[in-house]
């Protein structure tokens, strides 16, 4: 009997670990951990925008991947690094402060509601995201926008990086979304 028990609890710990073990992706990390790894990403992200710093922003991305913020398909960092120090920056909020005698404004992208799917070395995500600023006399938040992205995501030697991210912004009627839910 107690051959038996001891065979048993062996057994399904061997299972329980086996399990556990080829839960993950094939570069060894589990779910959880890729999850992590891609919302550290898809944070980074609004970072790099908000600061206009157009090197981080252009790390999130694949030597040869993709943006399109509703104006076609921005391809390769070269060309998306040029899109974002082509962006009103800190130094025109600092000229029109100084001229108004207002404090600069400044303005925050945040992301929510983050879907995933993950297969391997490949991922699909969806998010929600708004924007919040305080472009006004008296520098008081106010919501500047909303939509959501479609992120097409790879793991190259053990980190995530946007192959493709497609913005959607409800604020425009030539970028909005048309479909149905996006979301699976």
Known sequence: MRKLTTALACLTVGLVLGLFLSSGSAAGTSYGEDRAQIENLQARYPFALDFRDARLYVST???????????GDVR????????????????????????SGLRPAAGRHHISNIVL?????KAIGRSYWFHTGNDNPQRT???????HYEDELVKVN??????????????????????GNPSW
Request: proline residues 3%; aromatic residues 14%.
């Open 61 to 71: 991305f694949t030597p040869d991947g993709v943006l399109d913020y509703g104006r």
């Open 117 to 121: 799917k993950i297969d391997g070395n």
């Open 141 to 147: 938040a106010t919501l500047g926008g909303f939509g």
């Open 158 to 179: 053990g980190q995530w990086f946007f192959s493709k991210r497609k913005i959607y912004n409800e604020g425009n009627a030539e970028w909005a979304f048309k479909g």
């Open 76 to 99: 390769g960092r070269d060309a998306i690094q040029k899109v974002i120090e082509g962006m009103p920056g800190n130094a025109q909020a600092q000229a029109a402060a100084a001229k």
